[in-house]
T-cell receptor, first 117, second 114 residues
Framework: AQSVTQLDSHVSVSEGTPVLLRCNYS??????LFWYVQHPNKGLQLLLK??????LVKGINGFEAEFKKSETSFHLTKPSAHMSDAAEYFC???????????????FGQGTILTVHP | DGGITQSPKYLFRKEGQNVTLSCEQN?????MYWYRQDPGQGLRLIYY???????QKGDIAEGYSVSREKKESFPLTVTSAQKNPTAFYLC?????????????FGPGTRLTVL
């Protein structure tokens, strides 16, 4: 069975300092990995995704994530936090078998990012 | 302007009543999904549909029903059999087939049972 673990339920940073949101997954197959962001009472917006191309993935709003197969990790980083980054972030995994994805996603529990002025 | 719309944004229901949540997409996506979100639990899959007139149960389908009569529409009915329906409901869609597994989400409907 596939699973995703976000290692921190809450992360608090000061504006202008780096952000690190941690995610580990378990899988017997080659995964696709995503990070989504959700602002209060809004839908989920795709930040970035990994689909077995480059291991360092760049996303929107200055975020990036590195896929490390040996560590089964896909941590999300940003060099300098902005107040508008305050939101909930979800690490998500999808598994493709036989060359076809039927699109079943497994979500992490979410990490709430707080940014202090 | 392409996207996914959900209505209403907020919905209140009395216990024992059925209620239907709307989800419409104009992205020409084949597959559509319904998720339920509760605080601290991430998203859980209720139902999904890969093509018109076909749908499958997800992980928490009990107390819910869906239909897929048109490619653009995938309404979700929360029935009186759903024991704890108060939650945030999210609809998503994606292009079906191959390795294209990115899902795009609507803005959500918050359902409160009074």
């Amino acid at each position: 069975a596939q699973s995703v673990t976000q290692l921190d339920s809450h992360v608090s940073v000061s504006e202008g300092t780096p952000v690190l949101l941690r995610c580990n997954y378990s899988s017997s197959y080659s995964p696709s990995l995503f990070w989504y962001v959700q602002h209060p009472n809004k839908g989920l917006q795709l930040l970035l995704k990994y689909t077995s191309a480059a291991t360092l993935v760049k996303g929107i709003n200055g975020f990036e994530a590195e896929f490390k197969k040996s560590e089964t990790s896909f941590h999300l980083t940003k060099p300098s936090a902005h107040m508008s980054d305050a939101a909930e972030y979800f690490c998500v995994v999808s598994f493709v078998t036989g060359g076809t994805s039927y699109g079943k996603l497994t979500f992490g529990q979410g990490t709430i990012l707080t940014v202090h002025p | 302007d392409g996207g996914i719309t959900q209505s209403p944004k907020y919905l209140f229901r009395k216990e024992g009543q059925n209620v239907t949540l709307s989800c419409e997409q104009n992205l020409n996506h084949d597959a559509m999904y319904w998720y339920r979100q509760d605080p601290g639990q991430g998203l859980r899959l209720i139902y999904y549909s890969q093509i018109v007139n076909d749908f499958q149960k997800g992980d928490i389908a009990e107390g819910y029903s869906v239909s897929r009569e048109k490619k653009e529409s995938f309404p979700l009915t929360v029935t009186s059999a759903q024991k704890n329906p108060t939650a945030f409901y999210l609809c998503a869609s994606r292009i079906s087939g191959g390795r294209t597994d990115t899902q795009y989400f609507g803005p959500g409907t918050r359902l409160t049972v009074l």
